[in-house]
């Protein structure tokens, strides 16, 4: 029974079980799809093979694999996931709280639904977020209809993505706190995988964003995958819809000059270690005009996730954001939504690296340690260079960079499988703060955190 549960809604990206997931598909259990979130309708059968062949399993994996095996006792005609957070910062001072409200459930063969909503409030308004009701806010994360064959799968509605191998962003496409209005299609194989969306970035300004990413699966051992998308505006133009063909020359043949992406991607499994990376290509000058020079625009992200001596997970990455990625010489072919980047969070003249170390052990505490070191340049994506203009190979990052320097450590805590709790301190350091050389900061700060799940 374990095997045929095809619950519908996403687990969210923020959920306790992000990492145990993680931790799993590490040491090989299960393999994760391209895009997240994660749905209940790929875990289900995973988990579900776990549970039945946990005789293989070490005793710290079964103690992972117990945390979301209440998952297993939903109902697939209709069921819910509740995610209940309470969180506080200490420096700046910050609180929030917030209700997940996630449920699906079965319309007819090959057909379902799921929705998502978040009831959130916090010390501060969500700038980015939905309009507030009496300092509450209700995103809308997820609402849409599935559709399955046996060699197709497509849905249509809202829904949030990340289209790479990080846990948090993707070079490409990120999170968004409402989500991308569209639709996804997917037609998987054995060997190989074919997606495709296409979602409304701005319904008053006419802008439209299409991908699609065609990858190869060796079995867990190798994927490998190449992906194009295309942001414009102004007017819907049906060649785009069409999943087919070539953005870049799609664009070429009816005379635009629209903001198209490419990305490769590439992950690798060596006995315990799982590393991957991401190439993201906004623009590369393949001929040299001296009479019009014009930048390269690159980014890229390389990283590792490991298991060592049976309990200690290892992540790190290292991502490098060139100046003048996302832009472009019109503004409504830009590169963001409601401002924010769609692609990397921090925008572009920007790199950041990042590590941490978890134990796992049979008991229900694990304690983690975490650095991380950004620096951040004055580029902006909404200043393109043939509005800034100079040298196509400036200093990266470039102008008076901003440096920021953070160690934390932390126990997470579970209880009886529903409840989970989170406890860090750590130190900040900020050098040149917002751009201004000399302004130098650094203080200490403590975030608990406690999350139920039903």
Known sequence: MLLFLLLSYSIPLDSPYMDYIEYLQVKGYIDIPSVQ????????????????????????????????????????????????????????????????????????????????????????????????????????????????????????????FVLGYADRFDLLLSPDPEGYDGYFINIPGRYYEFYTLFTIIDAAEQRYLAQHRLGFNLKGFLKLGFSEAILWGNTLEPVYLNFFFPYYISQWGIDRDD???????????????????????????????????????????????????????????????????????????????NNRPLGYPLGNDVDELRASVAYFSTYD?????????????EGSIFLPYEEEGGSINPPFPSGIVEKRIEFSAGLNYSFRNHLHARGTIGRRNIDNYGHIEGDNRSDAFFEVGLWGIL
């Open 259 to 337: 903001n198209v992406m490419w990305r490769i991607d590439c992950q690798i499994r060596l006995f315990n270690v799982l590393a991957y990376a991401d190439i993201l290509i906004d623009d590369y000058q393949y001929e040299d005009d001296q009479n019009r020079p014009y930048p390269h625009k690159l980014a890229f992200t390389i990283g590792t996730k490991t298991v060592f001596a049976h309990n200690f997970f290892f992540k790190t990455y290292y991502t490098r954001v060139n100046k003048w990625v996302y832009t472009q010489r019109y503004p409504i072919n830009v590169w963001h939504k």
């Open 365 to 377: 505490v694990h304690p983690y340690v975490a650095f991380s070191h950004i620096r951040k340049g």
């Open 37 to 160: 979130p994660y749905t209940m309708e790929w875990l289900m059968p995973e988990l579900g093979n776990l549970l039945l062949e946990d005789t293989r399993l070490r005793a710290v994996d079964r103690k992972i694999v117990s945390y979301i095996a209440p998952l297993v006792i939903k109902n697939e005609d209709f069921s819910y996931l509740l995610h209940l957070n309470g969180t506080y910062e200490s420096e700046p001072e910050y609180y929030y709280g917030f209700l997940d409200f996630a449920a699906g459930g079965t319309v007819a063969e090959g057909i379902r639904y799921a929705f998502d909503l978040r009831f959130q409030r916090g010390s501060e308004i969500d700038m980015f977020g939905p309009e507030p009701w009496n300092d509450f806010q209700i995103y809308l994360n997820e609402g849409l209809m599935k559709f399955t064959t046996s060699r197709l799968y497509a849905e249509i509605g809202r829904r949030n």
